[in-house]
Nanobody, 121 residues
């Protein structure tokens, strides 16, 4: 599967962004999807994940209550809606796919290119 993430940008603290990830292939619905991010000088970290059907989601603690991951299998799309953004959310955001269960660690098989999010104070 090929993934393409987009929707990043620059916002002020407290603002919102919606990241999108378009997936190719007819078997998209078989994959668990995840969003990760990597800030300059830091390790890549898990942000949110969703299982193939969309009824199981996971979030890192800092994203809980502010971010929402969702998917539309009919459109081969996964989304990350980010509200109440903080400067510490500044990073390159990546979508990823794996066959099997959704995971909160970096064990995904396919990765999209990053889309940059910058949050200013």
């Amino acid at each position: 599967v090929q993934l393409q993430a987009y929707g990043g940008g620059s916002v002020q603290a407290g603002g919102s962004l919606r990241l999108s990830c378009a997936a190719s292939g007819r078997t998209f619905s078989r994959y668990a999807m995840g969003w990760f991010r990597q800030a300059p000088g830091k390790e890549r970290e898990f942000v949110a994940g969703i299982n193939w059907s969309g009824d199981i989601t996971y979030y890192t603690d800092s994203a809980k209550g502010r971010f929402t991951i969702s998917r539309d299998n009919a459109k081969n799309m996964v989304y990350l809606t980010m509200n109440s953004l903080k400067p510490e959310d500044t990073a390159a955001y990546y979508c990823a796919a794996r066959s099997g269960a959704v995971m909160q660690v970096d064990v995904y098989d396919y990765w999209g290119q990053g889309t940059d999010v910058t949050v200013s104070s």
